[in-house]
Nanobody
Framework: QVQLVESGGGLVQAGGSLRLSCAAS????????MGWYRQAPGKQRDLVAT???????NYADSVKGRFTISGDNAKNTVYLQMNSLKPEDTAVYYC??????????WGQGTQVTVSS
């Protein structure tokens, strides 16, 4: 099985930055897509950004220009650089790894809180 562990969340003031990390361990196979999702209180879990094994990225409109997703294949790690944070970015951020037929895995989440 694959385990995904997120880190880097915390409390930050509006306009500040955070860098989230998601490290995969265990039985690691070829990953097709990794991404970040978030769930704010009382809301559904929504896509934030994804990155393919080839480095193709996709972002939610709400974070374009502010967030950057990247990956380090050698370290089996994906990152989310979050700049110009807004209070509405407050949520639990979850890492997701898609291994195709091998399955889809989720991390436990890391809390990001942006104060005004």
């Amino acid at each position: 099985q694959v385990q995904l562990v997120e880190s880097g969340g915390g409390l930050v003031q509006a306009g500040g930055s955070l860098r989230l990390s998601c490290a995969a361990s265990g039985s690691i196979f070829r990953v097709f897509v990794m991404g970040w999702y978030r769930q704010a209180p009382g809301k559904q879990r929504d896509l934030v950004a994804t990155i393919t094994s080839g480095g193709i990225t996709n972002y939610a409109d709400s974070v374009k220009g502010r967030f950057t997703i990247s990956g380090d294949n050698a370290k089996n790690t994906v990152y989310l650089q979050m700049n110009s944070l807004k209070p509405e970015d407050t949520a639990v951020y979850y890492c997701k790894a898609n291994y195709g037929l091998r399955g889809v895995y989720w991390g436990q989440g890391t809390q990001v809180t942006v104060s005004s």
